[in-house]
């Protein structure tokens, strides 16, 4: 009986009643359903890995870098003014667990040198400190510059130290 109706309706020859005529079955409906539901569960699920992964890995870059910057420590170990030369004079001293590399020295809010490869403010040209060591560094300021100098001076981390100089007179 089934066939037959079906028959007759593919073939449009007769009329089929409303009872007999079935929409897609339950089944196929379900397997759609589930197909649609699991293809939006993986998107989900790669949207979200992508997005975790890389907070992931920019966390940890930052947590390094962080990390980095508490390991680095530095001082200024003394220093004078040299009022005849017109010259700040004074020692870093490194007393951290990483290397410091010097990019920038400031006197009263003025840089001194851009960074450079070998800055001019170095007698030795090299800005890296070894851990546990020590540089001298000489700053040629002008003639009428006022004391006390407050020089600041920065790694290439971004630690800074400031400190005040004052001309020292020596018998």
């Known amino acids: 009986m089934r066939i037959c109706s ?3 309706f593919m073939l449009g020859v007769g009329e089929v009643k409303d009872s007999e005529r079935k929409g897609v079955s339950e ?3 379900s397997l759609l359903v ?3 539901a ?3 569960g993986i998107g ?5 890995m992508s997005v975790f992964g890389s907070n992931q890995s920019s966390f940890v870059s930052r947590t390094e870098l962080r990390k980095e910057i508490l390991l680095e420590r530095f001082v200024d170990a003394g220093g004078y ?7 700040l004079e004074f020692v870093i001293l490194n007393y951290g667990m990483k290397e410091v590399t010097i990019a920038s020295i400031y006197v009263n809010n003025e840089v001194i040198d851009e960074p450079l490869e070998k800055p001019r403010f170095l007698p030795d040209g090299d800005p890296l400190i ?4 020590m540089k001298w560094v000489r700053v040629e300021v002008p003639p009428d510059a006022s004391e006390p100098f407050t020089v600041v001076v920065v ?16 018998d």
């Open 38 to 40: 699991i293809s939006i």
């Open 130 to 133: 070894k851990v546990h060591g």
């Open 27 to 29: 089944v196929v409906s």
């Open 155 to 170: 790694s290439e981390r971004g630690n800074s130290v400031e400190f005040d100089l004052e001309q020292t007179y020596e």
């Open 44 to 48: 989900l699920f790669s949207f979200g």
């Open 34 to 36: 589930l197909i649609i």
């Open 6 to 8: 079906w028959l007759v």
């Open 81 to 87: 003014y040299n009022a005849s030369d017109n010259a």
